[in-house]
Nanobody
Framework: QVQLVEFGGGLVQAGGSLRLSCAAS????????MGWFRQAPGKEREFVGA????????NHAAAVKGRFTISRDNAKNTVYLQMNSLKPEDTAVYYC?????????????????WGQGTQVTVST
């Protein structure tokens, strides 16, 4: 069983930056592919970024490419989402997810474990 806890959400002005962290615990958490998803009010959950178990492969959604970067520190069992040049449309609850394989996917149903989410609000 992998448990995930997100940190780092908050309120920021447009153009600002935030770094989200996701602390993972469990016997195989350092080998799990990890992903970040977000869900805005009235919208479906959408893919933001993903990273392979070893950290050598990443993918980012087109809407955030060039502004957001996913990374991981397996020694700390932590995954990060660095968010720069934030826009009001980035406002959402951000969720960390893990899957029982080293390969990432952009499909939410492909993840086996989820954190509780952290709110990110970008003001104009």
């Amino acid at each position: 069983q992998v448990q995930l806890v997100e940190f780092g959400g908050g309120l920021v002005q447009a153009g600002g930056s935030l770094r989200l962290s996701c602390a993972a615990s469990g016997p195989t958490s350092s080998r799990c592919a990890m992903g970040w998803f977000r869900q805005a009010p009235g919208k479906e959950r959408e893919f933001v970024g993903a990273i392979s178990g070893g950290g050598s492969s990443t993918n980012h959604a087109a809407a955030v490419k060039g502004r957001f970067t996913i990374s991981r520190d397996n020694a700390k069992n932590t995954v990060y989402l660095q968010m720069n040049s934030l826009k009001p449309e980035d406002t959402a609850v951000y969720y960390c997810a893990a899957r029982r394989t080293t390969a990432w996917t952009v499909i939410a149903d492909g993840y086996d474990y989820w954190g509780q989410g952290t709110q990110v609000t970008v003001s104009t």
